[in-house]
């Protein structure tokens, strides 16, 4: 029997198509509540072109600060990503090499 399950962001723009508000709720993650969000990255892989498409919005209440923590946060998860899909133990570990190098520069 398959289970089907849902991952739904709400984005409130302002009258110039920029992020006010994002939020964020998923069936299956046990959340009684929308969660409120500054920023969101999404990487969808598409089946017949074979290419990444992307979307990248954050709020303008998101500090710069925020934004290179959130950098930093996303390349670390997605060397963990890219170990645990591939196997691939060295580039994962020159990827988390980066993101202390990325890290030592942003916030040093």
């Known amino acids: 029997m398959s289970k089907s399950s849902e991952i739904k962001f709400n984005v409130t723009l302002d009258e110039n198509q920029v992020p006010e ?6 069936t299956d993650a046990g959340m ?9 990255m999404i990487s969808v892989f598409d ?12 709020t303008k209440e998101m500090r710069v600060d ?8 996303t390349i670390v998860s ?5 170990q645990r899909a591939t196997n691939e133990d060295k ?5 988390r090499d980066f ?7 942003m916030f040093d």
């Open 78 to 82: 997605m060397a963990d990503t890219l």
């Open 32 to 40: 009684d509540k929308e969660l409120d969000s500054k920023a969101i």
């Open 66 to 73: 925020e934004m290179k923590r959130f950098f930093h946060q």
């Open 91 to 95: 580039m994962a570990a020159d990827m």
């Open 99 to 105: 993101a202390q190098h990325f890290g030592k520069e």
């Open 47 to 58: 089946t017949d072109s074979e290419e990444t498409l992307r979307m990248d919005l954050w």
């Open 21 to 26: 508000k994002i939020s964020w709720h998923a």
